[in-house]
């Protein structure tokens, strides 16, 4: 799995090149893309890099790659990890609960290109939807999402970057998921979801016989 993961990673740094602002996601499979951008901007690459987690901040600068934050500039490319990508290249992002910050970069973003290891990609999502709550009466929130036939469990001690909870939800299926965004965001006290609707320009599969692209229509 691991060498699927580095499969897709490396690849998608070959989208990279000089002049480019850059989004870099959080996970283990971007830790590969920041291992391999790491050696592309020590032989000269000039980018700068917008990170979506403290975690990333962090793994990025020991690298010695140039960092930014987000602001008004738009991202050239995008480079991020996901739990599960649909047919329609829609994701559920979220499992290291890094979910808005990537959502923010990724909207801030021209190109998003998502990698992951084949077993990532689903007919149908299966896991757990994060949804990320303020912890001021995270319980009632939670009685508000269980109305949208979502089962929420906190997730033990964790606090994001952003000093919130995270809820995960299990659910027998995720149908309309368009609305299902739209109706979780409007429960006061949600802060962000783990649906990313749209968002995605390309998904590059790690497999045995290499890289596999998948353009968005
Ligand atoms: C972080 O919050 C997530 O959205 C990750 O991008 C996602 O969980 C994929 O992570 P891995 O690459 O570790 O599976």
């Known amino acids: 799995m691991e060498e699927l993961k580095r499969i897709a990673a490396h690849h998608s740094t070959t989208f ?22 790491s050696k592309l901007v020590t032989a000269g690459l000039d980018i700068v890099a917008v990170p979506t987690s403290i975690e990333t901040e962090h793994r990025a600068r020991a690298a010695g790659i140039p960092l ?6 738009p991202i050239d490319i995008t480079i991020d990890g996901a739990d599960q990508v649909d047919p ?3 994701l559920i992002k979220g499992g290291g609960g890094a979910l808005l910050r990537e959502k923010m970069v ?3 973003s021209e190109r998003v290109i998502i990698i992951v290891d084949k077993m990532k990609m689903v007919d149908h999502f299966s896991y757990a939807l994060p ?4 912890p001021f009466g995270w319980k009632h929130t939670a009685k508000m999402i269980k109305k949208l036939d ?12 952003n000093k919130n909870f995270i809820l995960d939800c299990t659910y027998e299926t995720l149908d309309d998921v368009e609305d ?21 320009s390309e998904v590059v599969v790690g497999t045995p016989s290499g890289p596999k692209t998948i353009r968005s229509n």
């Open 131 to 134: 949804v990320e709550v303020v």
């Open 16 to 37: 990279l090149s000089d002049g480019m602002l850059i989004g870099l996601g959080t996970g283990s499979t971007v830790r590969y893309a920041i291992d391999k951008i």
């Open 68 to 73: 930014a934050e987000l602001n008004d500039r």
């Open 88 to 90: 329609k290249l829609n």
């Open 180 to 200: 299902l965004q739209v109706s979780l965001n409007n429960i006061p006290g949600v802060v962000e979801n783990g649906l990313f609707i749209n968002l995605v």
């Open 106 to 108: 990724a909207l801030a």
């Open 150 to 161: 979502l089962n929420p469990c906190i997730r033990q001690n964790v606090i994001t970057d």
